[in-house]
């Protein structure tokens, strides 16, 4: 009876070991995954996805529009493009399908409607933009084109001001188009609602979320057209 509880006792001891070694285990690996490496090289990034690459013990990194590669073995961090023969860049083929994906995430009733056209460009603009004004000229005379726009005064902040003027108007394709195209440009007023300053800085976010680093920055079936790249427009709108 005693060597039947000392076997039960024993075996019950060797259980808890293995139980313990593989929970022991378990936890050594989770430290090791490339989510943990990056997060404890880089806490302050803040990302989206961590997925393999084609090249061995490389990582593509998504954090909203951008995209970065991680090599967790030397816990070094790549920011740049990858290239293929005869030249094609896979974090831009990359970046599209993000692109294609978030944009159908906007909430384009949120955005300034200018056009009534079937093909839709969604476009992240700044009022006192010389490019984004250029680009507003390519589009003012055409007719088969609807404009969602979002405004991402980067290198203008001082533009708030005439953002609100244009989210505040009762009609705002008119004040849009006073705005980008008029001479002389209407004045905007000192005073405008906090509902008006908090869509302002809603639009801005949603910029942040695209990715968007300079304007004008548009998106048409899914592409990225960044600058006022006027044959790039054409091509896409054809």
């Known amino acids: 009876m005693k060597s039947t509880k000392r076997a039960t006792l024993s075996l019950l001891m060797v259980i808890l070991a293995l139980l313990l070694f593989t929970h022991a285990s378990l936890a050594a690996a989770a430290d090791d995954t490339p989510e943990a ?26 954090a909203g529009q951008n995209l970065v590669y991680f090599y967790p073995e030397k816990q070094y961090l790549f920011v740049g493009e990858i290239y293929a023969p005869p030249g094609k860049s896979l974090t831009a083929e990359k970046k599209g399908m993000l692109a294609a994906k978030l944009v159908k995430t906007l909430p384009l009733d949120k955005a300034v409607k200018v056009g009534n056209g079937k093909k839709v460009v969604i476009e992240f ?55 980008m195209l008029g001479n002389p440009q209407p004045k905007p007023q000192e005073n405008y609602s906090e509902a008006i300053k908090a869509l302002a800085q809603e639009h801005l976010e949603l910029g942040k979320k695209m990715g968007v680093q300079g304007t004008p920055t548009m998106f048409i079936e899914g592409k990225q057209v960044v600058g006022a790249n006027i044959p790039q427009l054409e091509e896409l709108l054809k």
């Open 125 to 179: 603009t700044d009022p006192d933009c010389p490019f984004c004004k250029k680009a507003s000229e390519f589009f003012k005379n055409r007719t088969d084109v609807t404009q969602y726009v979002f405004f991402t005064p980067l290198a203008h902040p001082q533009a708030i001001k005439k953002v609100y003027y244009i989210l505040a108007a009762k009609d705002k394709e008119k004040a849009y188009k006073e705005m």
């Open 37 to 62: 490496v990056l997060k404890k090289a880089f806490p302050q990034l803040k990302y989206d996805s961590i997925e393999p690459t084609d090249i061995k013990g490389l990582y593509e990194v998504v």
